[in-house]
């Protein structure tokens, strides 16, 4: 990739990035960009249909993941370059579609990391209200978690992964310390499910509630299939991305239900249903000081890490988008010293500033949700086509996803109901997002793409794919 | 295939393009939120004088309301009686959400392959 990269770039950009992560970091980059789903978030689903509807919902998103973690790992094998799904895009279905995923993940991730830095500042006004400090400005708090991760960033990417797989593991161990802290077994437990999910409270819109709640079942894994992103970063592309991806998915899964399960049972639906910080809140509930101050250091450390993550995983994609000129080359420069793409880097900062400090946080998480979408709807799409154009005999995978075409199929009519889980409620926001999808996509197609060479973007060692 | 060679942008050229970008970007996702078009449509139907009782709170949610430090079902009322009303779309939205997402995927694809196809034909040149 290296060589590639070389010859489709400037005398500026000749130097690579460095490959020095194994498959802990990629199982920290993917659940660390993902922790805080269960930190904040994913319980807007609860106030979309219910808290048995969001458990639904987490198992349906839970599955969905699946089938984007097995398309993902097979293609990933393969295509191991920075940019991930951007890359893929580029060699299976075209320049267009590339470059459209590349804003898919920019957006997914930069939102994602304005809904991180809104947390920050709510948990650190939610705790001065507990101290007796009311009304303090949450701006300061936010701009400087934003500048202090990107100038993280900047400075590498060993660093920056190390810091996540430390501060990921610690809020993943306060989730199952919470869950042994409140001891379900207990006949004192605090935990009330029987009490807090009876009758209307069960399901309060009914079904529809369930399908309803898809929307926000996605936020307890959004940002897991980011692991790809590093792909230039790691030691071994073809064994550490998929077995970091699979680890990360059940760990997900682990995460999820327990939270799921500790929260149901410690607050009325209708406050789970719109809480900001609602693991902290579960560990107000518990009755013990000591959990509520771990529940706390994990929102902050799980907001961090996702933070942290999005950064390095949009600047990735960015930097790779600027590499193959599908945007001004100016931003696919490697740092001569880091070895990091810095100015992608620096160049997103003040677009996640914008959304942090002026949108609330369910409508920058929907963003967020439905550029997740839109790539997921594009993962099908991919795989299919890859087989098709090289079947199993003509290029070697480092792994091959079992039962295609039914992952693939699966994900398409989950994607589908998602799709109809976004419109019920934020209909008008789904319309403009795709809206903006179009655009840019003419722009693109109509413009840009006169700067891109032809031949060139087309870098993996393959045989020409069937029917072309 | 001719090998195609794309004109150099200028320095300017460059710097438009990255504001057109910028423009659209937070443009396009800003505006939706400023014209009070984002977000979800949950409308309150508030209780007059409410109650726990009232607003449908069992001994066990009270008990959880008032560890969560609210003692006064008056400042949660709206947030409890708040609901979507998910019947309430027209099957003409529905469809305009259909046709707009398909059709968008429809047209990158399309475009996409009349792309893909002179990538392969200048990497592997021409079929025979």
Same mark, same amino acid.
């Given at each position: 990739m290296a060589k590639a990269s070389q010859a489709a770039a400037?005398?500026?950009?000749k130097i690579s990035l460095l490959r020095v992560l194994g498959p802990a970091h990629v199982w920290a980059l993917g659940v660390g960009i993902v922790l805080v789903g269960e930190y904040m978030g994913w319980n807007f689903g609860v106030g979309k249909g219910g808290a048995y509807a969001a458990l639904i919902a987490c198992w349906f998103a839970g599955l969905l993941y699946t089938c984007v973690a097995m398309i993902d790992s097979e293609v990933t094998s393969t295509v191991a370059a920075a940019g991930g799904q951007f890359t893929q895009a580029k060699h299976i279905v075209g320049p267009l579609m590339a470059f459209n995923v590349g804003l898919y993940l920019v957006f997914a991730y930069t939102m994602l990391e304005a809904g991180n830095a809104i947390t920050i500042g709510f948990l650190v006004d939610t705790v001065a209200n507990m101290a007796g400090?009311?009304?303090? !400005?949450q701006r300061p708090f936010i701009i400087l978690s934003i500048m202090f991760l990107a100038w993280l960033n900047y400075r590498g990417v060993l660093a920056t992964l190390n810091f996540n797989l430390v501060i990921t593991a610690i809020a993943f161990i306060a989730v199952i310390l919470l869950f042994f802290g409140v001891?379900?077994?207990?006949? !004192?437990?605090?935990?009330k499910h029987a009490d807090l999910m009876a009758g209307d409270a069960a399901?309060?819109?009914?079904?529809i509630g369930v399908v309803a709640a898809m929307h926000f079942g996605l936020w307890y894994y959004l940002?897991?299939?980011?692991?790809?992103?590093a792909a230039e970063e790691v030691r071994s592309p073809a064994r550490a991305l998929p077995f970091g991806t699979m680890a990360g998915i059940i760990t997900l899964l682990i995460a999820a239900t327990l939270t799921w399960y500790v929260c149901a049972g410690l607050m009325p639906w209708e406050y789970l249903g719109q809480a900001g910080v609602p693991l902290f809140d579960a560990g107000r509930l518990s009755g013990s000081t000591t959990l509520m101050v771990l529940l706390g250091i994990g929102t902050l450390f799980s907001t961090l890490a996702s933070a942290n993550g999005c950064i390095n995983d949009a600047s990735r994609a960015w930097f790779g988008m600027g590499r193959d000129h599908y945007?001004?080359?100016?931003?696919g420069a490697v740092h001569?010293?880091?070895?990091?793409p810095y100015r992608s880097i620096i160049f997103l900062v003040p677009v996640a500033l914008v959304f942090a400090l002026g949108a609330p946080l369910d409508q920058v998480i929907t963003f967020s949700i439905l550029s997740g979408l839109l790539e997921y709807t594009f993962m099908p799409i991919n795989v299919i086509l890859f087989r098709k154009k090289?079947?199993? !005999?003509t290029i070697k995978r480092g792994y091959v996803h079992p039962f295609h075409p039914l992952p693939a199929l699966v994900l398409l009519a989950l994607c589908a109901v998602t799709y109809f889980a976004v419109f019920l409620g934020y209909g008008t926001q789904l319309i403009a997002m795709v809206g903006f999808y179009i655009v840019v996509s003419l722009w693109f197609h109509f413009w840009?793409?006169?700067?891109v060479k032809r031949g060139d973007?087309?870098?993996?060692?393959?045989p020409r794919p069937r029917g072309y | 295939m001719a090998k195609y060679v794309p004109p150099k942008q200028s320095k300017l050229g460059q710097i438009f393009d990255v504001i057109v970008l910028l423009v659209l970007i937070i443009g396009a996702l800003r505006l939706p939120l400023l014209l009070g078009m984002a977000g979800g449509s949950k409308v309150s139907a508030p209780v007059a004088d409410p109650t726990w009782e009232t607003l449908k709170q069992s001994p066990a949610m009270v008990e959880k309301w008032n560890a969560l430090g609210?003692?006064?079902?008056a400042s949660v009322n709206e947030m409890i009686t708040a609901r979507y009303?998910?019947?309430?779309?027209s099957t003409l939205e529905l469809l305009v959400m259909i046709v707009v997402v398909i059709g968008y995927f429809v047209l990158v694809v399309r475009f996409s392959n009349v792309e893909y196809k002179e990538v392969i034909a200048e990497k592997f040149g021409d079929r025979k």
């Open positions: 400037p005398a500026v950009e400090h009311s009304g303090i !400005d001891a379900p077994w207990s006949a !004192d437990s605090p935990l399901l309060p819109y009914g079904w940002g897991i299939e980011g692991t790809t992103q945007l001004p080359a100016w931003f001569p010293k880091f070895r990091t090289w079947p199993l !005999d840009r793409y006169r700067f973007q087309f870098t993996m060692p393959w | 609210i003692t006064d079902p009303d998910y019947w309430a779309f």
